[in-house]
């Protein structure tokens, strides 16, 4: 079983490429009508947008690829365009 690495601090696709580099995440396992195992939580935060701030699987414990993985992540700033 793959070990989870520490993606706070992260930019998400960053996070996700490490996710994916040890193993944790396995694309293209999943099947078309499976779910991905990686959900983000968005919240508002002083930190760069899509910086992930917090990880529900604490790293260094060892996981199932593909086990359900919730990432708690920096909203970007919201635009509104008014015509």
Known sequence: MPTMPNVVGL???TAQAALQ???VLVLG???YFGTYPVSVS???SASP???VLS???NSGNSVAANAALTLGVAQ???AVVFP
């Open 49 to 51: 947008p899509l910086t």
């Open 21 to 23: 580099a040890a193993g």
């Open 29 to 31: 396992a999943i099947g």
């Open 76 to 78: 970007p700033p919201m």
């Open 55 to 57: 990880q529900s699987i």
């Open 11 to 13: 930019e998400l696709g």
């Open 42 to 44: 968005w919240r508002k």
